[in-house]
Nanobody, 126 residues
Framework: QVQLVESGGGLVQAGGSLRLSCAASRRTFSTYIVGWFRQAPGKEREFVAE????????YYADSVKGRFTISRDSAKNTVYLQMNSLKPEDTAVYYC???????????????????WGQGTQVTVSS
Protein backbone atom coordinates (compact mmCIF):
# COMPACT_ATOMS: atom_id res chain seq x y z
CA GLN A 1 0.00 0.00 0.00
CA VAL A 2 1.09 3.56 -0.60
CA GLN A 3 2.25 5.78 2.26
CA LEU A 4 1.83 9.53 2.04
CA VAL A 5 3.83 12.34 3.63
CA GLU A 6 2.73 15.97 3.37
CA SER A 7 4.96 18.99 3.80
CA GLY A 8 5.00 22.70 3.07
CA GLY A 9 2.45 24.04 5.51
CA GLY A 10 3.02 27.15 7.58
CA LEU A 11 1.87 30.63 8.51
CA VAL A 12 1.22 33.15 5.76
CA GLN A 13 -0.55 36.50 5.49
CA ALA A 14 -3.77 36.87 3.55
CA GLY A 15 -3.03 37.25 -0.14
CA GLY A 16 0.13 35.19 0.13
CA SER A 17 1.05 31.81 -1.33
CA LEU A 18 2.16 28.39 -0.16
CA ARG A 19 2.99 25.17 -1.94
CA LEU A 20 2.15 21.87 -0.30
CA SER A 21 3.85 18.62 -1.28
CA CYS A 22 2.65 15.05 -0.98
CA ALA A 23 5.31 12.41 -1.45
CA ALA A 24 4.55 8.72 -1.86
CA SER A 25 6.59 5.86 -0.50
CA ARG A 26 6.37 2.07 -0.88
CA ARG A 27 4.49 2.51 -4.16
CA THR A 28 4.33 5.01 -6.98
CA PHE A 29 1.30 7.19 -7.65
CA SER A 30 0.98 5.83 -11.19
CA THR A 31 -2.22 3.87 -10.49
CA TYR A 32 -3.92 6.35 -8.18
CA ILE A 33 -6.08 9.39 -8.06
CA VAL A 34 -4.46 11.77 -5.56
CA GLY A 35 -6.44 14.37 -3.72
CA TRP A 36 -6.10 17.17 -1.21
CA PHE A 37 -8.59 17.70 1.58
CA ARG A 38 -8.69 20.12 4.50
CA GLN A 39 -10.22 20.25 7.93
CA ALA A 40 -10.72 23.37 10.00
CA PRO A 41 -11.40 23.19 13.76
CA GLY A 42 -14.95 22.09 14.44
CA LYS A 43 -15.70 21.40 10.79
CA GLU A 44 -15.97 18.36 8.55
CA ARG A 45 -13.05 17.37 6.37
CA GLU A 46 -13.73 18.87 2.94
CA PHE A 47 -12.49 18.25 -0.55
CA VAL A 48 -10.05 20.70 -2.13
CA ALA A 49 -8.65 19.22 -5.36
CA GLU A 50 -7.75 15.95 -7.03
CA UNK A 51 -5.69 14.72 -9.98
CA UNK A 52 -5.81 11.52 -11.98
CA UNK A 53 -2.15 10.53 -12.17
CA UNK A 54 -2.00 8.92 -15.63
CA UNK A 55 -3.98 11.58 -17.50
CA UNK A 56 -3.32 14.66 -15.39
CA UNK A 57 -7.04 15.48 -15.34
CA UNK A 58 -7.98 17.63 -12.37
CA TYR A 59 -11.04 18.66 -10.40
CA TYR A 60 -11.42 21.47 -7.86
CA ALA A 61 -13.79 22.59 -5.17
CA ASP A 62 -15.56 25.80 -6.14
CA SER A 63 -14.08 27.57 -3.12
CA VAL A 64 -10.51 27.21 -4.43
CA LYS A 65 -11.04 27.24 -8.20
CA GLY A 66 -8.81 29.85 -9.82
CA ARG A 67 -6.61 30.18 -6.72
CA PHE A 68 -5.24 26.67 -6.14
CA THR A 69 -3.51 24.39 -8.63
CA ILE A 70 -2.86 20.68 -8.21
CA SER A 71 -0.02 19.14 -10.19
CA ARG A 72 2.26 16.12 -10.26
CA ASP A 73 5.93 15.35 -10.80
CA SER A 74 6.46 11.81 -12.03
CA ALA A 75 10.20 11.87 -11.48
CA LYS A 76 9.73 12.75 -7.82
CA ASN A 77 6.56 10.71 -7.31
CA THR A 78 5.07 13.80 -5.70
CA VAL A 79 1.83 15.76 -5.95
CA TYR A 80 1.76 19.49 -5.26
CA LEU A 81 -0.92 21.95 -4.24
CA GLN A 82 0.02 25.50 -5.18
CA MET A 83 -2.13 27.88 -3.14
CA ASN A 84 -2.30 31.53 -4.19
CA SER A 85 -4.37 34.46 -2.97
CA LEU A 86 -4.83 32.75 0.37
CA LYS A 87 -7.66 33.83 2.65
CA PRO A 88 -8.14 33.40 6.40
CA GLU A 89 -10.90 30.90 5.65
CA ASP A 90 -8.30 28.65 4.00
CA THR A 91 -6.84 28.01 7.45
CA ALA A 92 -6.99 24.26 8.14
CA VAL A 93 -5.02 21.07 8.39
CA TYR A 94 -4.44 19.90 4.83
CA TYR A 95 -4.38 16.19 4.05
CA CYS A 96 -3.16 14.29 1.04
CA UNK A 97 -5.04 11.13 0.07
CA UNK A 98 -4.82 8.39 -2.55
CA UNK A 99 -7.56 6.40 -4.25
CA UNK A 100 -6.61 3.25 -6.22
CA UNK A 101 -9.79 3.39 -8.30
CA UNK A 102 -8.03 5.15 -11.14
CA UNK A 103 -10.91 4.97 -13.61
CA UNK A 104 -13.66 6.52 -11.49
CA UNK A 105 -15.09 9.87 -12.37
CA UNK A 106 -13.56 12.88 -10.65
CA UNK A 107 -15.93 14.49 -8.21
CA UNK A 108 -14.24 15.01 -4.89
CA UNK A 109 -15.77 12.03 -3.10
CA UNK A 110 -13.98 11.72 0.24
CA UNK A 111 -15.30 8.19 0.76
CA UNK A 112 -13.39 6.97 -2.31
CA UNK A 113 -10.01 7.55 -0.72
CA UNK A 114 -8.30 4.65 1.04
CA UNK A 115 -4.94 6.14 2.06
CA TRP A 116 -4.28 9.33 3.99
CA GLY A 117 -1.28 11.32 5.12
CA GLN A 118 -0.82 12.79 8.57
CA GLY A 119 -1.70 16.35 7.54
CA THR A 120 0.08 19.67 7.49
CA GLN A 121 -1.14 22.88 9.13
CA VAL A 122 -1.85 25.95 7.01
CA THR A 123 -2.64 29.18 8.85
CA VAL A 124 -3.59 32.36 7.01
CA SER A 125 -3.55 35.53 9.07
CA SER A 126 -5.71 38.55 8.23
Amino acid sequence: QVQLVESGGGLVQAGGSLRLSCAASRRTFSTYIVGWFRQAPGKEREFVAEIRWNSGNTYYADSVKGRFTISRDSAKNTVYLQMNSLKPEDTAVYYCAADPRLSRGLGGDRESYDYWGQGTQVTVSS
